[in-house]
């Protein structure tokens, strides 16, 4: 079992569904990430959240809309999503805003989302 | 703004051959640097980093970087592939007291029998 596990693993939605990708991390950690993977393109960070405050939004449409309720558990709700948001997303965990030799960031096995 | 340039989105090397993957950053404050490995269907997994301890990092699965300053490079080396080394390789950078981390755009390594 990895430290932070991500459901569903796969999801497919219509343009006109609202969904939820949940994450949760085992490690103790008190931020928390999403990610965008995909295809030819570097992981674009989504979102941050410190201590459940979000510290950065990436410039990402509103139809994606996060929820931190506690530094263990991320949310991300899906509202009329496009065929191009489908990618990997991927949730992410570390132990905090500052860096320090111990600030790796671990990663989920990520939800597969494919938007039809 | 930082940056990383991962040269080559696919490598392949023969099984037993020298596997180097590399790896180019830009920062303007000294970085933490990261190679992360993904398996089909799964996450991303670190494989080692480099927080301005020593030069030469040395990771899981036998791989290691050497980050080097004046080329700005942190590449990434294993003397002798095996096939289980079949992976998407990334590359990040992650400049000291921030806590984003840019990753480069992949790089493919296929094993050849």
């Known amino acids: 079992e990895t430290g932070v596990t991500q459901t569903p693993r796969h999801l497919v939605m219509g343009m006109t569904n609202k969904k939820s990708l949940k994450c949760e991390q085992h490690?103790?950690?008190?931020?928390m990430y999403w990610y965008k993977q995909s295809a030819k393109k570097p992981l674009e960070l989504m979102f941050v959240?410190?201590?459940?405050?979000?510290?950065e939004n990436n410039s990402v449409p509103s139809r994606f809309s996060p929820e931190c309720p506690n530094s263990s558990h991320l949310f991300l709700h899906l509202h009329t999503l496009q065929p191009e948001d489908s990618a990997l997303y991927l949730c992410?965990?570390?132990?905090?805003?500052?860096?320090?030799?111990?600030?790796?960031?671990?990663f989920g096995e990520g939800s597969w989302l494919t938007v039809v | 703004a930082q940056s990383v340039t991962q040269l080559g989105s696919h490598v392949s090397v023969s099984e037993g051959a020298l596997v180097l993957l590399r790896c180019n950053y830009s920062?303007?404050?000294?970085?933490?640097l990261f190679w992360y490995v993904q398996y089909p269907n799964q996450g991303l997994q670190l494989l080692l980093k480099?927080?301005?301890?020593?030069?030469l990092v040395k990771g899981i699965n036998g791989f290691e970087a050497e980050f080097k300053k004046s080329e700005t490079s942190f590449h990434l080396t294993k003397p002798s592939a095996h096939m289980s080394d079949a992976a998407e390789y990334f590359c990040?950078?992650?400049?000291?007291?921030?806590?984003?981390?840019?990753f480069g755009t992949g790089t493919r390594l296929t094993i050849i029998p």
């Open positions: 480099y927080t301005s301890a020593a030069t």
């Open positions: 959240y410190n201590f459940k405050e979000q510290t």
């Open positions: 990040a950078v992650r400049p000291g007291g921030n806590e984003k981390l840019t």
């Open positions: 490690l103790g950690h008190n931020a």
């Open positions: 920062s303007s404050v000294p970085p933490y």
């Open positions: 992410a965990s570390s132990q905090g805003r500052t860096v320090s030799s111990g600030n790796t960031i671990y």
